[in-house]
Structure formats: C-alpha cells, structure tokens
C-alpha cells in the first residue's frame, strides 16, 4: 500500500495540537524515512527535535539538509542552516569547516576566517598538532595578497611533512613580490625556502639573482657555491665594475671545476690583461687554448715573455702555421718583446717576416724587421736578415739603408773586415754621400790603416777604384760561358781628345751623357775629383760653353741625378713601409703609433690619399675636430683610388666641419657632391637643413 504523505502530515499536526510531541516526530520520522529529500520535511524534524530537547538529532537533520543544499548550489541557505547549528553547539567542526568555505566562496573572507580560527582554537585545545597546521594552510590560500598568512601556511605544510610543498609555495611568493616591486620580502622568502631547502638548486640560483639584483654582491658572493654560479656571478661582478671581486669569484669557480678549459681560458685572459703572467700560466695551456688564435696568441707571449721561450715559439709556428694573416699581429708582439727580451723578439718577428716571405710579401716582411731594428739598434742579426730579403724582394732602398745600418752594427761590434766590406759597397755605389765615406773611414781605423785619408782618396781618384756589388753599375755585360775563354776584343779605334775652351782656366775630364758608353769604349765613370771637391767652390765660375751638346753633363750633374733618383726611390719606399706600419699599428690599437708612422707615409703624393684620410678618421673617432678637418682636406688634395673613395671622403668632411660648427663650410661640399653624385647617401636632405640654417644666419 503506497505510503500517503498528506495523512501522515495531518496526524502529526493532531499530535503537536494535543501536545505529543514525540508523536509528532514519529510522524514525521516517517515522511523523512520515505522521502529523504523532502527538505522541508526534515527541517520541520530537527525543529521538534529541538523543542523536545534532543539536540544531538536535531543538529543531524540540519546538517544533513545544509549538506544537500550545498551541493545543490543553495549556499545561503545552507549557511543559514549552519549557523543554526552553530547556535546548538558553537564549536561543530563541521558547520565551522562548512561555513567557512561558504563565506570563502562568496567573498565574505573576515567570516571565512573567523570560523577557520575557531576550529584551529578548537584543535589546538586538544593538541592536535596536525590538524591546526591543516587550518593555517587552508587560511593562507584565502587570499593571494596576504604572504603572511601564505608563508605561515607554507611553515605549516613543512610541520606536516609536505617539505616540497611549502619550498613551493614560498618561491611563489617570492616570485610574486619580486613581480611587485618589493624585494627585499621577496628576498626574505626565498631565504626561508633556502633554509628549508639547503639542496634546491632553483630556490639558490632565484636567490643569488635576487642579491645580485639589489645590489648586495657581498651576500651574493656568500650564496655562489657552485662553478656555474661563481662564472655568472664574475660576469656580473665584472659589468659592474667590480674587477677584484669578478678575479675572485673566478679563481673560486676554477678549484671547484678544475677541468674546465673555458674557466681556465677566461682567468687566463683576466691575468694576462693584468700583466700577470705568472697567475695567468696556472691556467693557460696548449689544451686549454684549443684551437681559438686569441688564446693561443695570449700562450705565446706569456711563454715568450716568461722563462719557456721555447714553447712559445713553438705557438707561434703553429699560430701562422694554421693562419699565416696572423703574421702582422706576430710581428707587432715581437715588437713589445724587443724592448724587454730582444732576442725573443727577433726570432718572434723573424718568424713573421718568412711568413710574410712565403707569400712573397717582401715589403711587409722588411717592414717588421725595420721596426725591430729601430726598437733594438745594432742587433746584427736582424739586419742581416732583413738586407737579405731586400736582396731577394728588390727592394733597394730599404736595402741601401739596412746595409749602412749594418755596417754601423760591424763597427760598433768592433767588426772590421764585415764592416769595411759593405762601407766599400756603399761608397762604390754612392761616393757622393759624406756618410758613406765617413762609413768607410771608420772602418779603415778599425782595421789599423795608419793613413786612412790617404786610402780614401787614392780610391775616389780612380787610382785604386772601390768595387761594388751593384751590377746595375756596370750596365749590360756580355754572356759568359762557363769553360770557354772569351775572345779578345777587338783594338778599340783611338778617339781625339776635344780641344778645352779657350776661355778655360782649367781642363775638366769629358764625362759621356747618363753614364752611357760612347761607341766602342767602356762602361765605366771617371772619378778623378776628390770628395772635397765636391763640395768646395771653384775660384771663379767657368765660362759657359758656347753651344752645349745636347748629350754631354758634367761629373756634378750626373751625381746629382743619381743623388736625386736615389733619394726619390728611397724616400718612396720608406713612405711605403712607414704606411704598411701605420695601418698595422691601427689595426692593433696603438693610435699614437700609427698617427706617426701615418704622418710620414702621407708626405709621399702617391700614398697622401690613403694615409691622411685614415688619419682624419684616427682623429674625427678620438674628438680631436680641427685635426680631423684638417687631414681630411689634405687627403681631399690627393688623387683618390676610385670615385666613391673620393665621394666617401667630402662627406666625411662635410659631415665633420658640420658637427664643428662650421655650417657654411659644410654646405658648400655637401653642394658640391650633390652636383657631383646626385642621390649620394642623404646629401639631399642635409643640403636642404643646412641651406635652411644658413638663411637663418
């Protein structure tokens, strides 16, 4: 028989009219059994529960009603339902725990916390440890802004063993106070987490970017404890400016990785930059170098400067060896070895110039050989070496030059036979120069000649003529064959002596035109005027000859020529050299150096345009403006190689004498290219700007 509801509800209603209350609940007790979720049913039980004193059954129909409208999504009313309960029996964990996720929910955190803490008291009372802790938590994730109830939730997680889970939330923290501009807290948090997690490498390295963040390099340093974080933290040390600190922190991360090859590299660079070469070979080797040119040049010079010479040539063979356009980085390091270890110099730079030989560069590899021997004077080896390749490369002036330096070298070594046989060459080559004599008498006296003045000019008369090893003198000679005597000559016809003018006082040898032989006789030139001579003045000028033929010149004249071809090819070739020098020394830094070797390439026209412009732009990069200006409108004065070079180099000027102030100047080039080029670069606009300045006055 099916269960009727409406009478069990009027029955009821006759038991709480005639006051039987327990009928009443029993009547209802049915409805409940039958229809568990007539809510109102119940709700209307636990109130007669209540009023008959059974308190205990009437909080379990409440209970179970807020429970199904809770997970019905009624929260009010289930709230409501709670805190009836919570009148019954005030500290009911579960209408607190229930209630306060209500108010959670809805926003109502003050409520949400004051029933957390009630239940948090209520366990605390009965020492249950875990169970506060399990509180604490649940407050912290209330809400995201209050860290100090989430870093008190994050010491409870670590009070129930959840050590994970509270180094976890205290980095979030800390990441989110970072986020919010407040380190220090930040810092603060991740110090706890580190303290709960001595092993976190995350929670470390978060915290040593935290210090190195604020500017606290000293707890930082304290923080760093491995060779990765000790690196980071020199490259940071060293962007700041702190160098001692960066060394430190270096040598610190090179014990704990003493296997690292780009560590030791690093400090060796460090060291070698400080001039502490001795630090810098504890950590520098051919290992560690590997295969970076850099690094191997820095092994080189720390061996060559320090006491394994040996090995550090050995680098350098291999250095050109693997790269030989290293070889002027060579030579300019064997330049700073001269002016302390000058024979590890040399050989350095010795090494350079038959590098530079193998790719038959001979003006490149004269050049480091005259710069050592302008840093090291009289060091006979390296002039020998370097007359030698001037030899094989044809370079005669610098071999002129290497030679008389040479001889000097002999003399002062006390060397008389090597130095008397190139003083004689010198002469024989050029017995017009007062130095080459000069040469030659010194070397006499060293050899004890009792009468060196008289040797001196027993040989500029022609009496006992000097011999050269210049065959260029000789003009052409005929073949010989090897074994076969040459046949004689035949007689040469005799040639009438010219009869002197009659206004002559005295009789001058005839002298053939350019050194040329006339027809059968034979090359030779006849010196029979002495050296003083040369330069003493006649007592009176001679008359002039009526109709000079147009191919004879007087002894005077031809010297003169030659002095002068001489000092052009050799005043060229320097030129030439002191460029090659110049652009090395840019190339490596040395800005003074290279401005003077510059200064002297730049007198030679054929060189003007390459060595003044760089020059100009030497001083344009140093602010050195009316300098700039200056060299610029040198090199604007020389041809230049191609149109755009020349296009390059007004704008430049422009551009500078602009930036200088000088307006009207700058107008009147970026006009005239823009005649010129037209479209070139942004001559245009700047045309139009300054014309605009220039109208403003």
């Given at each position: 028989?099916?269960?009727d509801?409406?009478a069990?509800?009027?029955?009821?209603?006759?038991?709480l009219r005639?006051?039987?209350?327990?009928?009443?609940i029993?009547?209802?007790?049915r409805?409940?059994?039958?229809?568990?979720?007539?809510?109102?049913?119940?709700?209307?039980?636990?109130?007669?529960?209540?009023?008959?004193?059974?308190t205990?059954?009437?909080?379990?129909?409440?209970?179970?009603?807020?429970?199904?409208?809770?997970?019905?999504?009624?929260?009010?009313?289930?709230?409501?339902?709670?805190k009836?309960?919570?009148?019954?029996?005030?500290?009911?964990?579960?209408?607190?725990m229930?209630?306060?996720e209500?108010?959670?929910?809805?926003?109502?955190?003050?409520?949400?916390?004051?029933?957390?803490?009630a239940?948090?008291?209520?366990?605390?009372?009965?020492?249950?440890?875990?169970?506060?802790?399990?509180?604490?938590?649940?407050?912290g994730?209330l809400?995201?802004?209050?860290?100090?109830?989430?870093?008190?939730?994050?010491a409870?997680?670590?009070?129930?063993e959840?050590?994970?889970?509270g180094?976890?939330?205290?980095?979030?923290?800390?990441?989110?106070?970072?986020?919010?501009?407040?380190?220090?807290?930040?810092?603060a948090?991740?110090?706890?987490?580190?303290?709960?997690?001595p092993?976190?490498r995350?929670?470390?390295?978060?915290?040593?970017?935290?210090?190195?963040e604020?500017?606290?390099?000293?707890?930082?340093?304290?923080?760093a404890?491995?060779?990765d974080?000790?690196?980071?933290?020199a490259?940071?040390?060293?962007?700041?400016?702190?160098?001692?600190?960066?060394?430190?922190?270096?040598?610190?991360?090179?014990?704990?990785?003493?296997?690292?090859a780009?560590?030791?590299?690093?400090?060796?660079?460090?060291?070698?930059?400080?001039?502490?070469?001795?630090?810098?070979?504890?950590?520098?080797t051919?290992?560690?170098?590997?295969?970076d040119?850099?690094l191997?040049?820095?092994l080189?010079e720390m061996?060559?400067?320090?006491?394994?010479?040996?090995?550090?040539?050995?680098?350098?063979r291999?250095i050109?060896a693997?790269?030989?356009?290293?070889?002027?980085?060579?030579?300019?390091?064997?330049?700073?070895?001269?002016e302390?270890?000058?024979?590890?110099g040399?050989?350095?730079?010795?090494?350079?110039?038959?590098?530079?030989?193998?790719?038959?560069?001979?003006?490149?590899?004269?050049?480091?050989?005259?710069?050592?021997?302008?840093?090291?004077?009289?060091?006979i080896?390296?002039?020998?070496?370097?007359?030698?390749?001037?030899?094989?490369?044809?370079l005669?002036?610098?071999?002129?030059?290497a030679?008389?330096?040479?001889?000097d070298?002999y003399?002062?070594?006390?060397?008389?036979?090597?130095?008397?046989?190139?003083?004689?060459?010198?002469?024989?080559?050029?017995p017009?120069?007062?130095s080459n004599?000069?040469r030659?008498?010194?070397?006499?006296?060293?050899?004890?000649e009792?009468?060196?003045?008289?040797v001196i000019?027993?040989r500029l008369?022609g009496?006992?003529?000097?011999?050269?090893?210049?065959?260029?003198?000789?003009?052409d000679?005929p073949?010989?064959?090897?074994?076969?005597?040459?046949?004689?000559?035949?007689?040469a016809?005799?040639?009438?002596e010219?009869?002197p003018?009659?206004?002559?006082?005295?009789?001058?040898?005839?002298?053939?035109?350019?050194l040329?032989p006339?027809?059968?006789?034979?090359?030779?030139?006849?010196?029979?005027?002495?050296?003083?001579?040369?330069?003493?003045?006649p007592d009176?000028?001679?008359?002039?000859?009526?109709?000079?033929?147009?191919?004879?010149?007087n002894?005077?004249?031809?010297?003169?020529?030659?002095r002068?071809?001489?000092a052009?090819?050799?005043a060229?070739?320097?030129?030439?050299?002191?460029?090659?020098?110049?652009?090395?020394?840019h190339?490596?830094?040395?800005l003074?150096?290279?401005?003077?070797?510059?200064?002297e390439?730049?007198r030679?026209?054929?060189l003007?345009?390459?060595?003044?412009?760089?020059?100009?732009?030497?001083?344009?990069?140093?602010?050195?403006?009316?300098?700039?200006?200056?060299?610029?409108?040198?090199?604007?004065?020389?041809?230049?190689?191609?149109?755009d070079?020349?296009h390059?180099?007004?704008?430049?000027?422009?551009?500078?004498?602009?930036?200088?102030?000088?307006?009207a100047?700058a107008l009147?080039?970026?006009?005239?290219?823009?005649?010129?080029?037209?479209?070139?670069?942004?001559?245009?606009?700047?045309?139009?700007?300054?014309?605009?300045?220039?109208?403003?006055?």
């Amino acid at each position: 028989m099916p269960f009727d509801r409406a009478a069990t509800l009027r029955n009821a209603e006759k038991f709480l009219r005639q006051g039987k209350l327990d009928s009443a609940i029993a009547e209802y007790l049915r409805i409940v059994e039958d229809q568990p979720r007539d809510l109102n049913a119940a709700n209307t039980l636990g109130d007669l529960y209540q009023r008959a004193g059974k308190t205990d059954k009437a909080i379990e129909q409440f209970i179970r009603i807020a429970d199904s409208l809770t997970e019905e999504g009624f929260l009010s009313k289930a709230a409501a339902l709670y805190k009836k309960v919570l009148k019954l029996r005030p500290d009911d964990e579960h209408a607190l725990m229930q209630g306060a996720e209500i108010a959670a929910s809805q926003g109502l955190l003050a409520d949400a916390r004051t029933y957390l803490n009630a239940v948090a008291d209520r366990r605390r009372n009965r020492k249950d440890v875990r169970g506060v802790a399990q509180i604490q938590i649940r407050l912290g994730s209330l809400d995201p802004e209050d860290y100090e109830a989430r870093r008190a939730a994050a010491a409870a997680r670590i009070q129930i063993e959840d050590l994970a889970g509270g180094i976890e939330e205290l980095k979030n923290i800390a990441a989110e106070l970072a986020e919010k501009g407040r380190p220090a807290d930040a810092i603060a948090a991740l110090t706890e987490a580190a303290k709960l997690g001595p092993d976190d490498r995350e929670v470390h390295a978060r915290l040593l970017d935290a210090f190195v963040e604020t500017g606290d390099f000293a707890r930082a340093r304290q923080c760093a404890t491995t060779a990765d974080e000790l690196r980071a933290l020199a490259t940071t040390f060293e962007s700041k400016g702190h160098d001692a600190e960066a060394l430190s922190a270096l040598c610190d991360a090179a014990r704990l990785a003493p296997d690292d090859a780009d560590l030791k590299a690093r400090l060796a660079r460090t060291f070698v930059a400080r001039g502490e070469m001795a630090r810098a070979a504890e950590y520098l080797t051919v290992e560690t170098a590997g295969s970076d040119p850099a690094l191997l040049m820095m092994l080189a010079e720390m061996h060559l400067r320090g006491d394994q010479a040996e090995q550090g040539l050995a680098v350098v063979r291999r250095i050109l060896a693997e790269d030989p356009s290293r070889r002027e980085q060579i030579a300019i390091m064997g330049w700073t070895l001269a002016e302390t270890v000058p024979e590890v110099g040399f050989r350095t730079i010795e090494m350079a110039a038959d590098a530079a030989v193998a790719q038959s560069d001979w003006a490149s590899a004269a050049a480091a050989l005259q710069e050592f021997v302008t840093r090291v004077p009289n060091h006979i080896p390296a002039l020998m070496r370097l007359v030698e390749i001037c030899v094989d490369g044809g370079l005669e002036a610098t071999m002129y030059s290497a030679q008389a330096q040479l001889a000097d070298a002999y003399i002062a070594a006390g060397s008389a036979a090597e130095a008397l046989v190139i003083a004689e060459d010198l002469v024989a080559r050029e017995p017009w120069e007062r130095s080459n004599v000069e040469r030659f008498r010194r070397a006499l006296e060293l050899m004890g000649e009792p009468d060196p003045e008289g040797v001196i000019a027993e040989r500029l008369s022609g009496q006992s003529p000097f011999t050269s090893t210049d065959l260029t003198l000789l003009g052409d000679l005929p073949d010989f064959e090897p074994h076969e005597k040459a046949p004689a000559p035949p007689p040469a016809p005799p040639v009438e002596e010219p009869a002197p003018p009659a206004a002559a006082s005295t009789a001058t040898p005839p002298v053939h035109s350019s050194l040329e032989p006339a027809d059968g006789a034979e090359h030779e030139i006849d010196l029979t005027i002495s050296l003083d001579s040369l330069d003493a003045e006649p007592d009176a000028p001679p008359e002039p000859e009526p109709e000079p033929q147009p191919r004879s010149d007087n002894l005077d004249g031809v010297f003169e020529r030659l002095r002068s071809d001489a000092a052009k090819r050799t005043a060229n070739e320097q030129a030439r050299q002191a460029y090659v020098r110049g652009t090395a020394l840019h190339e490596s830094g040395d800005l003074d150096g290279a401005i003077a070797a510059l200064k002297e390439a730049s007198r030679a026209p054929s060189l003007r345009f390459e060595a003044a412009s760089l020059l100009a732009r030497i001083y344009r990069k140093r602010g050195v403006a009316l300098e700039a200006i200056e060299w610029f409108e040198r090199a604007a004065e020389a041809p230049a190689p191609t149109a755009d070079d020349a296009h390059l180099l007004l704008y430049e000027l422009a551009d500078t004498l602009e930036s200088s102030g000088e307006v009207a100047r700058a107008l009147a080039i970026f006009m005239a290219l823009q005649s010129e080029a037209d479209g070139y670069r942004d001559v245009g606009s700047r045309v139009d700007r300054l014309s605009k300045v220039q109208a403003r006055g």
